[in-house]
């Protein structure tokens, strides 16, 4: 009795934790490929296989600030991104390079405005070359000044924390 109320409860914590698969996708209508990341709990693991199992976990998010992964395993390392901006919000959103085990402020790396991201140059966060263009659960690349739309790149399966989204496309 006690092995069945155990294995009922482990089972029940699996199916409870929230993680998100990013898939590569590919062409103008986003065709789906093999799984590039996953997100859980905090964490943005490499995807080891076509469904998305746990690789390596190469990023560590809390609020605001993404850190490189120490290990494997996802202990927090050094700095590597912090967003200004409201995150929930759809307003500008700006993602700056950080550095350091308390994620001191270096140059910019991303621009968001509503669902166009930009390259950002500078310490100012100078608007740069169109880079992607977020359309519901796809990511595209973008082009010109107005971020036209052009081949899908990422393709999101469940629900995704902005500030795990951005650390991805930073890396693109």
Same mark, same amino acid.
């Given at each position: 009795?006690?092995?069945i109320?155990?294995l009922?409860?482990?089972?029940?914590?699996?199916?409870?934790?929230?993680?998100?698969?990013?898939y590569w996708a590919?062409?103008?209508?986003?065709?789906?490929?093999d799984?590039?990341?996953?997100?859980?709990?905090?964490?943005?693991y490499q995807?080891?296989?076509?469904?998305?199992?746990?690789?390596?976990?190469?990023?560590?998010?809390?609020?605001?600030?993404?850190?490189?992964?120490a290990?494997?395993?996802?202990?927090?390392?050094?700095?590597?991104?912090r967003?200004?901006?409201?995150?929930?919000?759809?307003?500008?959103?700006?993602?700056?390079?950080?550095?350091?085990?308390?994620?001191?402020k270096s140059?910019c *790396?991303?621009? /968001?405005? +509503?669902n166009?991201? %930009?390259?950002? =140059? #500078?310490?100012f966060? $100078? &608007?740069? @070359? !169109? *880079?992607?263009? /977020?359309e +519901?659960?796809?990511? %595209?690349l973008? =082009? #010109?000044?107005?971020? $036209? &739309?052009s @081949? !899908?790149?990422l393709h999101?399966e +469940?629900?995704?924390?902005?500030?795990?989204?951005?650390?991805?496309?930073?890396?693109?």
């Amino acid at each position: 009795m006690r092995t069945i109320l155990l294995l009922a409860l482990l089972i029940s914590s699996a199916c409870a934790a929230q993680t998100t698969v990013v898939y590569w996708a590919y062409g103008p209508f986003a065709t789906q490929g093999d799984a590039a990341f996953v997100v859980d709990r905090g964490r943005i693991y490499q995807a080891a296989g076509q469904l998305g199992q746990k690789g390596p976990c190469v990023f560590v998010f809390e609020g605001q600030e993404a850190y490189h992964s120490a290990d494997a395993f996802g202990r927090k390392g050094q700095g590597a991104y912090r967003a200004e901006g409201e995150l929930e919000g759809t307003s500008k959103i700006d993602l700056f390079r950080c550095q350091g085990s308390f994620c001191s402020k270096s140059g910019c *790396a991303l621009i /968001i405005e +509503g669902n166009k991201v %930009f390259r950002g =140059e #500078g310490s100012f966060c $100078n &608007k740069g @070359d !169109a *880079a992607f263009l /977020i359309e +519901g659960n796809t990511v %595209f690349l973008a =082009e #010109g000044p107005f971020a $036209n &739309k052009s @081949d !899908a790149i990422l393709h999101v399966e +469940g629900p995704i924390p902005m500030m795990a989204l951005l650390t991805i496309l930073a890396g693109l």
